[in-house]
């Protein structure tokens, strides 16, 4: 992402906050994963959105029309012992040349110098309840301002949800965004083709995994979630993550597995035969499962409300249900008293970003938020039938979900993912050709 855009965020963030607020938003906390090792060091969405920034250890600070700066940055500073150890630090100078801060403090500092220009605010823009540490430190500076009041100090007076604010931001997305998007979901397509070609019984689901870890850091990605390879009745388990089964002849194999790239997501399902073709009650449900996403995607479209496409979708996936018996009553009552949900049990998409499971508000008020250009979603409908003696033999342990990242656009939907065979037939044909 290109610095102007960047401050395009930032300046439109502080018309929003406008003069006598203040927005203050910490960096992502570096997180142990066992004894003295951390997890890789991912900044906060929000943080980055607005900076670039991908350091641990620092807080910006917006302040509309400080006559000292309205953009501040603070940040670990230089040291060369530590950078021996955990790399380069930009240092406060570097946040100023490198990230357009108008000033920059070592983050040490912050406790002498954030409260006193919060004192000349009225309003302070924070996400509350998100990093329990910080949550503490703003109310820390808040009390030392409260206990000098007897000597004129001023304190803010307002608090306001500034995810409120910058999460409305996040959920259109720009013209570079969508462009980020679409590499991402490009790396995840390859991957699943690649997949795809590979596929064969007596393969374990982590070499599946492996293959997707593989293709996303040859391309300077990451997974931007566990990737799900489920086979057989695994694919049933919405969160399964294990991915230890061997992979079965016969079987169906949901393979759920998108990357981040530049901190942009990619979020694709497809669920393909082990043995490269359907059996006929695979294909039975899968070309239901199809049917109902091509519907919901469809429906993803300006001016249409965000539950549409799940409408769609359930309509197709309750009719289908019936038509092969695992449902019984007339369609409208089964949709009105949500039968379906016995099989389709999760929601049709979710909006996606900078975060798989992106921020932005579903409803505005009572209503379901209007589909506009420059939202993405997720379409993702499927059917899981649990490997129970309720159900018919021939459906037992079948699960499919097909998922695909679309954008809303002027002119309809803009499937990401579009490059991924999906129709059954295609998806045989791309496998007997390995
Ligand atoms: N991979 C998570 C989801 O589909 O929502
Ligand atoms: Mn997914
Ligand atoms: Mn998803």
Redesign the pocket.
């Known amino acids: 992402m290109n610095s102007k855009e960047f401050s395009r965020r930032r300046d439109q963030l502080m018309r929003m906050v406008g003069t006598g607020g203040i927005a203050i938003l910490p960096a992502a906390p570096v997180r142990t994963r066992s004894r003295d090792v951390a997890y890789r060091f991912r900044q906060d969405s929000d943080f980055y959105y607005l900076t670039g920034f991908a350091e641990p250890d620092a807080v910006i600070v917006l302040a509309p029309g400080r006559d000292n700066g309205e953009y501040l940055l603070f940040c670990r500073d230089r040291d060369p012992e530590k950078e021996l150890w955990d790399g380069k630090r930009a240092g406060p100078d570097g946040a100023i040349q490198d990230y357009a801060a108008d000033d920059a403090f070592p983050i040490d500092d912050i406790d002498d110098i954030l409260p006193g220009i919060m004192e000349s605010c009225s309003r302070v823009y924070y996400t509350m309840g998100l990093y329990a540490d910080f949550d503490a430190r703003i109310a820390d500076w808040l009390n030392s301002l409260r206990g000098r009041e007897a000597r004129g100090v001023h304190t803010p007076r307002e608090f306001v949800a500034l995810d409120h604010l910058l999460h409305d931001m996040r959920l259109y997305k720009s013209r570079d965004e969508i462009s980020a998007m679409r590499r991402s979901a490009r790396i995840a397509v390859q991957a699943h083709i690649e997949v795809m070609r590979l596929m064969r019984p007596g393969l374990y689901e982590y070499e599946i995994e492996a293959e997707f870890m593989r293709e996303f850091r040859r391309n300077a990605a990451w997974m931007s979630?566990s990737p799900?390879v489920g086979g057989g009745v695994n694919a049933c388990t919405l969160h399964y993550v294990e991915n230890n089964q061997e992979l079965k002849d016969g079987d169906l194999v949901l393979i759920?597995a998108?990357c981040e790239l530049d901190y942009y997501a990619s979020?694709i399902?497809r669920t393909i035969p082990v043995n490269g073709r359907f059996s006929p009650e695979q294909r039975a449900v899968y070309e239901i499962v199809l049917e109902a996403q091509l519907a919901a995607i469809e429906m993803t479209r300006k001016g249409n409300h965000w539950n549409e496409p799940h409408d769609a979708a359930v309509r197709v996936i309750t009719r289908g249900l019936k038509k092969i018996g695992l449902l019984d009553g007339t369609l409208a009552r089964l949709i009105k008293d949500e039968a379906y949900r016995e099989y389709f049990m999760h929601r049709t998409g979710?909006w996606i970003g900078m975060d798989?499971?992106d921020v932005g508000d579903y409803k505005v008020g009572d209503e379901w938020r209007m589909l506009e250009p420059g939202m993405i979603t997720?379409v993702?409908p499927g059917i899981y039938i649990p490997d129970s003696r309720k159900v018919p033999a021939r459906w037992r342990g079948i699960g499919i979900r097909i998922?695909d990242d679309v954008v809303v656009t002027s002119n309809g939907p803009d499937v990401l993912s579009k490059g991924l065979v999906k129709d059954p037939d295609e998806i045989e044909s791309l496998m007997q050709r390995a």
């Open positions: 979630y799900i759920d998108g979020d399902t979710h798989v499971h997720t993702e998922e």
